[in-house]
């Protein structure tokens, strides 16, 4: 990685990975449409999410909410109250700033948490402009989107773009756990669109106004504090550690830390312990990214969101530094309870052991898509010098394609015919595609850059005994592979 996120968002374009939303008018800051090779990655890593999650566990289960819902979820949930940035205006142009990023870049410190009094303070101690411009008192802006449901639009008929996919999951958990006959511990994951009027969008795909979150909601027995499945592989397992200690102190030491050490801190609790080892694993192990691109941030007491007692950010070391790409919080009773007073319904589950109804706890990995797929694209970007060419890494269940057929020639009828019909039987098992133009070379250059794990090249000989290249783009190795056993072979490779 070696390219900054402006140069990542022009590579996208080119390639037609991610393009400005109806750029012929100008685009929309903040927001973006996936072109043809960007829907492939960004589905694969759904998939990835979904096996892993939802397929591969008994105990979790998918439900797919609407976009918008009753307005009294977001009154429940304590987002119409809370769900807001501290904006600065300026007094002349009312040009609008977001006050904690704005603090963070004119003074080098952390502005996470800070409240209205903080910023205000600051600004006016360190005689804080904005193009020789004063500021007016800081104000909150909240970032849900309204519209009006229904052709009358006045303040009756307010509804709201959900921020978060989350919450539609609260209000169903009784109803799924019935009909689903799930018992506790068990999981609702949901894969969706969220919407928040940032007040400045920035970084390409890092932070928009509309992006889709892959989230799950774990519900646990309240009194049930051992995890029988935090196993001793997670209790061991270590990564890089930013304390909320060395945030608080300024600090920005980062220690190598295992889940064991910050169990025995009491940072957290066994089943927030074992997601967020899970997610982790993820993130490495099936994902392919480095462990020194990431690290796990916990947040300071200030900083916590309105429903969260605990969270750990996983953070990827972005161009931009490391940033939040997903978080784990520990959200307690908080939703459920929040949906009880308000609707007054009883979202208790039936407990048999103890012969009582209960209000489960909630853990939730919550993962922005689109800062992953970012995230993903710096991590297996490289200008190879030595072959001249950009490679992307991916790794090749993830990659848009994984393999590319060309016929070495265009102009021989018989060559061109056999490619055709090995591209028409390899599409059926794998994604993948046909490319006739320019050189074989240029070829291999376009499918590196594109992360194509093999290059499927069929030449004179082919004709003759049957056979193709096979190359990896991992090493440019080529093998001679014999027709009937290609299939197999890629089978094999995946
Ligand atoms: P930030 O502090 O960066 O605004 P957040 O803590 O508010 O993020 P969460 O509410 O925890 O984010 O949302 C969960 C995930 O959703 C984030 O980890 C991130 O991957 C994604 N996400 C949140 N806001 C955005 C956004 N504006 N654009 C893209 N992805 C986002």
């Known amino acids: 990685m070696a390219l900054n996120v402006e140069e990542m968002s022009i590579f996208c374009k080119k390639k037609g990975f991610v393009f ?32 892993y999650i939802i397929t591969n566990r008994p105990n979790v289960v998918a439900q797919d909410g609407s976009i918008i819902t009753n307005p009294k979820v977001w009154k429940a949930s304590g987002h119409l109250d809370n769900f807001a940035d501290l904006v600065l205006t300026t007094k002349k142009t009312k040009t609008k700033i977001r006050a904690d990023h704005f603090i963070e870049e004119k003074l080098k410190i952390s502005a996470e948490g800070l409240k209205a009094i903080d910023i205000n303070k600051l600004v006016k101690e360190n005689n804080l402009t904005y193009n020789g411009e004063d500021f007016e008192e800081v104000k909150d802006f909240n970032l849900m989107f309204s519209t009006h449901v229904g052709p009358a639009a006045d303040s009756s008929n307010v509804a709201y773009l959900r921020p978060e996919t989350c919450q539609s999951i609260f209000p169903n958990f009784k109803l799924i756990a019935e009909v689903c006959r799930q018992k506790l511990p068990f999981g609702i994951g949901q894969i969706g669109k969220a919407f928040r009027n940032e007040i400045s969008p920035r970084d390409f795909l890092f932070r ?21 499945d935090l196993v001793n592989k997670h209790k061991q397992l270590k990564f890089q550690f930013f304390s909320a200690k060395a945030q608080d102190a300024n600090s920005d030491a980062v220690e190598m830390a295992s889940i064991s050490e ?32 990431i690290r796990v941030r916990e947040h300071t007491k200030k900083e916590l969101s309105h429903y969260s ?41 039936f407990d048999d052991a103890s012969g009582k109804s209960v209000v489960p706890r909630v853990i939730e990995p919550s993962q922005g898509l689109d800062r992953l797929f970012l995230a993903i694209l710096f991590e297996a970007y490289e200008d190879d010098k030595e072959r001249g060419n950009i490679v992307l890494h991916l790794n090749q269940k993830l990659s848009p394609y994984y393999c590319a057929i060309f016929p070495l ?24 595609y046909f490319d006739v133009s320019g050189s074989v070379g240029r070829r291999y250059a376009r499918a590196d850059e594109i992360g194509v794990r093999y290059c499927i090249t069929v030449d004179f000989e082919s004709l003759e005994d049957n056979a193709v290249t096979l190359r990896d783009r991992e090493t440019t190795d080529q093998e001679r592979i014999s027709l009937e056993k290609l299939q197999a072979r890629l089978f094999e490779l995946r």
């Not at 969270?311 to 972005?318: A, L, N």
Request: proline fraction near 3%.
């Open 20 to 51: 400005q939303s109806a750029e012929i008018y100008g685009g929309l800051s903040g927001f973006f449409d996936y072109g043809p090779l960007g829907v492939e990655l960004k589905n694969n890593l759904k998939q990835s999410w979904y096996k």
């Open 208 to 228: 928009q106004r509309e992006f889709e979150q892959m989230e799950l909601e774990f519900f646990t027995h309240p009194e049930e504090t051992t995890c029988v």
């Open 262 to 293: 910050l169990l025995e801190k009491g940072l957290l609790s066994e089943w927030h312990a074992y997601w967020l080892a899970e997610m982790y694993f993820w993130y490495v192990e099936e994902l392919g990214i480095k462990k020194e691109n």
């Open 309 to 349: 007692s605990a969270t750990f950010d996983i953070d990827y070391k972005f161009p931009f530094g490391f940033k939040e790409v997903m978080g784990i919080a520990d959200r307690g009773q908080y939703d459920l309870q929040q949906h009880m007073k308000h609707s007054s319904q009883k979202l208790e589950l």
């Open 409 to 432: 020639v265009k102009n021989k009828p018989e060559l061109l015919a056999k490619a055709e019909e090995i591209y028409d039987s390899l599409r059926k098992k794998f994604p993948c």
